[in-house]
């Protein structure tokens, strides 16, 4: 009998596990030995010359906000599609949560920031790059309003020219996948003076630093983040054969990564029949974005202001993709690819 096909899992491979026993042996389990050295690392690799490691990736993304020092209640367009983790972290940096909707790949709308803008609503604005597809949407407006980009799905880089920060998460199923944790990145004389001046940043003053346990496990996960994204692609690549030959539609768009691989029913009821036979098949397939999107949330929102998003949570399904998935495993998804077409007939 086929065992159960997880969703996403971190990528722990036995460097990992000598890298934390040998912390272990040493007690350096505070932030006073591995931290520095991520950050040094993260700024190499990013090419941006100042970071800073937080707890999780929620108050990092909230220190950033925090850092633009706006007035209380000021607004900040954040998509609908993505997790409470966004809205939660414009919430703790004392800002309103503007909700915007979505592009058919899944990414922050350029029409809808646009408004956003010419109404007074936004002053800054969270692009996710979300299931590691470029937010381009929000390419546009970095000279016009702050942008800060969500790195968790994809390589810690600036992707978008003049955005004002750099954030990630380094909890478990993110592509560093690490255990729990975030990063702050950033050029500029504003965020490189906040992360300079440790003594303004309220959320890693106050007992929300990374552990060097934590740090320690995402050092090997940066050094092999190249081969992360190369395993990724090749399984990618055996899904889109397989979804190409058999009608299946995927969410398409400009690729930075392969952190999902996401596949779109024609309407709900098809996609609780390929919820229906994934479970009978042992597969974990989920809705990309749980529990609900963002507008679905918040009141006096709904879903006629964020149609698009509406429609791909409706519609939209994330199918198992992760660096270290077996050939056995793989090849049973694409049966479950197979069997989809013929539930039609």
Known sequence: MQSLIPHSRPWIKPDDRCAVDSL???RAVSDWKYTPVLAQMLCEYSGLPKARLYATGTLALAAALKSLELSLGSGIGIPS????????????????PIVLDCRQDATISETAIS?????????AVIAVHQFGLFASGAKNFCNEIQVIEDCSHVPPRQYLPGSYAVCGSLEGTKLLGSGEGGYLLGKGSRIERFLEMS?????????????DIIACIAINQLNRIEENLKRREKIATNYTKSC???????????????????????????????LEIGEKMNICLLRPI?????????????????????ELYQTTLSIPIY?????????HIIKFLRSLPNLNL
């Open 24 to 26: 272990l042996r040493e």
């Open 81 to 96: 599609y993505t997790c409470s983790n966004v809205l939660e972290a414009v919430v703790i940096a004392g800002y309103t």
């Open 115 to 123: 408004e956003a803008i010419s109404k007074g609503k936004v002053k």
């Open 199 to 211: 003594g303004q940043d309220i959320y890693n003053s106050y007992g929300a630093r990374l552990s």
């Open 244 to 274: 190409t030959s058999l009608g299946i539609n995927m969410i398409s768009g400009e690729r930075i990564s392969w952190f999902r691989f996401l596949i779109k029913a024609k309407d709900e009821k098809e996609l609780a029949r390929w």
């Open 290 to 310: 749980m529990p609900k999107p963002l507008h679905a949330l918040l009141p006096g929102i709904g879903e006629k202001n964020c149609p698009i998003s509406e």
């Open 323 to 331: 660096p270290d998935l077996s050939v056995d495993d793989r090849s």
